[in-house]
T-cell receptor
Framework: RKEVEQDPGPFNVPEGATVAFNCTYS??????FFWYRQDCRKEPKLLMS???SGNEDGRFTAQLNRASQYISLLIRDSKLSDSATYLC??????????FGTGTRLQVFP | EPEVTQTPSHQVTQMGQEVILRCVPI?????FYWYRQILGQKVEFLVS????????KSEIFDDQFSVERPDGSNFTLKIRSTKLEDSAMYFC??????????FGPGTRLTVT
């Protein structure tokens, strides 16, 4: 079983739509959780950390369910500029980040 | 806003040659990392470096790889004898803590 599993997509949505991505992780010892964004052939950029209580940053909401080992990202009012690959990332209280393969989002006009 | 920088942006080398990839982490960061991403695959951890020594490394980071922080600003990754399968994007990252890591733009390594 993969350490971090994501639906690769692509998710094709119109501008203004709400879209949600899910991610599952296999190791219950995972301690920290993040969503990164990666544009084509560019570096991963930290979008937000994910906290147990859930957290929101503008149009982005992240949720964590430790019991189900499940993380989600909700994007409201999608913009063309949101088109990218969204990477689910976990950390098990060590130095390394463990990346999922990413979910590709394409927002169209 | 301070950023991690990496040079060169693209490196082409022949199999068996040594390459050095360079990174300048964000200045007040204490934790340094190298990751790689083979085209079409996920980002993979290679090594972490803290307090002038390797703190963790992956199975990928074998004897062909080494890291160094030769001065107060640079952080380098050396591959001694490159193989075709080393072709990938290599990302340097740094952080004030080990939890939040900020990535540089990457060096695309092509081994022919």
């Amino acid at each position: 079983r993969k350490e971090v599993e994501q639906d690769p997509g692509p998710f094709n949505v119109p501008e203004g739509a709400t879209v949600a991505f899910n991610c599952t992780y296999s190791n219950s010892a995972s301690q920290s959780f993040f969503w990164y964004r990666q544009d084509c052939r560019k570096e991963p950029k930290l979008l937000m950390s994910v906290y147990s209580s859930g957290n929101e940053d503008g149009r982005f909401t992240a949720q964590l369910n430790r019991a189900s080992q499940y993380i989600s990202l909700l994007i409201r009012d999608s913009k063309l500029s949101d088109s990218a690959t969204y990477l689910c990332v976990v950390n098990m209280n060590t130095d390394k980040l463990i990346f999922g393969t990413g979910t590709r989002l394409q927002v169209f006009p | 806003e301070p950023e991690v920088t990496q040079t060169p942006s693209h490196q082409v080398t022949q199999m068996g040659q040594e390459v050095i990839l360079r990174c300048v982490p964000i200045s007040n960061h204490l934790y340094f990392y190298w990751y790689r991403q083979i085209l079409g695959q996920k980002v993979e951890f290679l090594v972490s470096f803290y307090n002038n020594e390797i703190s963790e490394k992956s199975e990928i980071f074998d004897d062909q790889f080494s890291v160094e922080r030769p001065d107060g600003s640079n952080f380098t990754l050396k591959i001694r004898s490159t193989k075709l399968e080393d072709s990938a994007m290599y990302f340097c990252a740094s952080g004030r803590t080990s939890y939040e890591q900020y990535f540089g733009p990457g060096t695309r390594l092509t081994v022919t």
